[in-house]
């Protein structure tokens, strides 16, 4: 059985860093794409990153472009999420989100393309 584990969560002040983790359990975690979403109160599920199974190809959200970056440890079954210059409209619930092994499709922004999901990590930023 896959599991997803997120941890880093946190409250930050603006302009403030973090960095989530999200450690996957029960498959080939080498050969899976990864992402992380978040969802605000209110708002649906948005895409925040993404990176690829090989090649260290990732896609990131325009909103966080330059700001974020995802990252993962393929030895320590891991995925990272290093967010820097943290917003107010940052505070979500941030979900980390694993694909089917060796997808090498198209829609990495797209929740359907996730088969499993952790149970998020609350990230407040204050103003």
């Known amino acids: 059985q896959v599991q997803l584990v997120e941890s880093g969560g946190g409250l930050v002040q603006s302009g403030g860093s973090l960095r989530l983790s999200c450690a996957q359990s029960?498959?080939?975690?080498?050969?899976?794409?990864m992402g992380w979403f978040r969802q605000a109160p209110g708002k649906e599920r948005e895409f925040v990153a993404g990176?690829?199974?090989?090649?260290?190809?990732?896609d990131y959200a325009d909103f966080v472009k330059g700001r974020f970056t995802i990252s993962r440890d393929n030895a320590k079954n891991t995925v990272y999420l290093q967010m820097n210059s943290l917003k107010p409209e940052d505070t979500a619930v941030y979900y980390c989100?694993?694909?089917?092994?060796?997808?090498?499709?198209?829609?990495?922004?797209?929740?359907?393309?996730?088969?499993?999901w952790g149970q998020g990590t609350q990230v407040t930023v204050s103003s």
């Open positions: 029960g498959r080939t975690f080498s050969a899976t794409p």
């Open positions: 990176v690829r199974w090989s090649g260290g190809i990732t």
């Open positions: 989100a694993a694909s089917s092994p060796y997808y090498s499709g198209h829609g990495y922004d797209d929740p359907r393309v996730y088969e499993y």
